[in-house]
C-alpha cells in the first residue's frame, strides 16, 4: 500500500481523456506537511490559519506570525500556498476571543449567524492588519494567496481590499519590497448570499473557493456539527449543485480561478460530478489525496459529463445521493 502510494504520488493528477486536475492539500497544523508532501499535493488550497497558533499562548504579533507563514512557504517549495485569514466565531476560536476580549459581543444566541470570518475581523481591523502584513512579508519567501471566510457581501471585500493595500502601502514606507502584484486576494463562497452574488464578487476577487461545508449548512438551514453523518446533512442536495454552479459559471466567464475546499472535495464520486461542472482544482484533507487521485486517473471527461448532466435533472435529495454513489469507476 505505501509503495502505491508513492508511485501515485509522482504520476500526474490527470483525467484519462487528457485533461489535468489540480490537487490541493487543506491545512490547519504545520505537522501536516509531511503527509501533504508524501501524497503528492501540488500545494495547499486552504490553510485554516485559527488552528495554526496554540491556543493557549497569546496570538503572535505580526513578526511572531511572519515567521510561521515565512517558514511553512518555504517549505512548500514554490507550490502555492492559499492562507486564509482567521475564521474565528461559530463553532471555532471562542478561547481566543475570550483572551482578545471580544467574546462578550460573541454571546450570540445563533452563532453560526453571528459576527464571524470576515465579519468579525472588520470589526477588529488591527487583527486583520496584523495578519495581512505578516502574510504579505512572508510573500517574499514563496507563493501564497490569501483567502477570505464568510463572506456574504461585496462590500466587505471591497473594504478588505481597501486595507490590504493600506498594509501594502504601509510595509513599503518602511523599506519591505514587495512585489508591484500582490500576492491574489481571494474569497470563499461559503453562504447562500455569497453564491447567488458571485458575478459581483468575482469581480472583485482574484480567485474564488468554494466552502461546501458552510454553505451545506447554511443553504440547507442544518447545523453541520451536530448534524455531520445525518441524512439531513448532504451536499449532495440539488439546491446545493445548482449554487455551486452559478460560482462555478461566473468564476470561469471572468477568468478566475475557482477551487473546492470543503469536505465534498474528498470524496471523490462526488469530484468526478464537480468535474463535470467545469471544476478543475480542488482541496481536501492530506489523507485524501491518494484516493481522489486514483479516482482521477481512471476517469474520462465524457463520464464526469454524463454523470453531470444527469445529476443536473434530478430533483430528489435522495435520488441525487443513490445516482452520484452507484457512479462506475
Ligand atoms: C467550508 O466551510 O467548506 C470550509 C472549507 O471552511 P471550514 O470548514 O474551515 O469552515
Ligand atoms: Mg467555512
Known amino acids: 500500500e505505501r509503495k502505491g502510494i508513492g508511485r501515485l504520488r509522482r504520476l500526474p493528477s490527470r483525467l484519462i481523456s487528457g485533461e489535468d486536475v489540480e490537487l490541493l492539500a487543506n491545512i490547519e497544523i504545520a505537522n501536516e506537511l509531511p503527509l501533504l508532501h508524501r501524497n503528492g499535493a501540488a500545494g495547499i488550497g486552504l490553510l485554516r490559519t485559527e488552528f495554526l497558533f496554540d491556543e493557549s499562548e497569546p496570538l503572535p504579533d505580526e513578526d511572531g506570525q511572519y515567521a510561521v507563514y515565512a517558514g511553512l512557504l518555504a517549505d512548500m517549495q514554490g507550490m502555492t500556498t492559499t492562507i486564509r485569514v482567521l475564521d474565528w466565531g461559530g463553532e471555532k476560536g471562542l478561547a481566543r476571543l475570550r483572551q482578545l476580549g471580544i467574546h462578550d ?7 453560526a449567524l453571528g459576527v464571524r470570518g470576515l465579519r468579525l475581523l472588520l470589526r477588529h481591523p488591527e487583527i486583520l492588519e496584523a ?28 473594504a478588505t481590499r481597501q486595507i490590504y493595500e493600506r498594509c501594502a502601502r504601509r510595509l513599503r514606507r518602511r523599506g519591505v519590497k514587495l512585489p ?45 456539527s451536530a448534524s455531520m453523518g445525518s ?78 448532466r444527469r445529476a443536473m435533472l434530478v430533483e430528489d435529495p435522495i435520488q441525487l445521493t443513490e445516482l452520484v454513489r452507484s457512479f462506475a469507476c
Open 105 to 111: 459581543e460573541q454571546e450570540e444566541e445563533n452563532p
Open 231 to 308: 441524512a439531513l446533512y448532504t451536499a449532495l442536495h440539488p439546491s446545493l449543485l445548482k449554487l455551486l454552479r452559478l460560482s462555478v459559471d461566473e468564476a470561469l466567464r471572468a477568468h478566475r480561478p475557482i477551487c473546492v475546499c470543503g469536505e465534498m472535495a474528498a470524496d471523490p464520486r462526488s469530484v468526478a460530478l464537480l468535474i463535470g461542472m467545469g471544476l478543475r482544482s480542488f482541496s481536501m484533507s492530506a489523507a485524501s489525496l491518494p484516493a481522489v487521485k486514483r479516482m482521477i486517473r481512471s476517469l474520462s471527461i465524457d463520464a464526469c459529463d454524463d454523470l453531470y
Open 180 to 224: 508591484n502584484d500582490l500576492p491574489p486576494l481571494g474569497v470563499m463562497i461559503e453562504t447562500p448570499a455569497a453564491a447567488l452574488t458571485a458575478g459581483a464578487l468575482v469581480r472583485q476577487a482574484d480567485f474564488l473557493a468554494l466552502g461546501t461545508n458552510d454553505l451545506t449548512m447554511y443553504t440547507l438551514a442544518v447545523d453541520r
Open 131 to 158: 495578519q495581512l502584513c505578516a502574510i504579505l512579508r512572508a510573500s517574499l519567501e514563496g507563493k501564497c494567496r490569501i483567502l477570505l471566510p464568510m463572506v456574504s457581501s461585496v462590500n466587505e471585500v471591497i
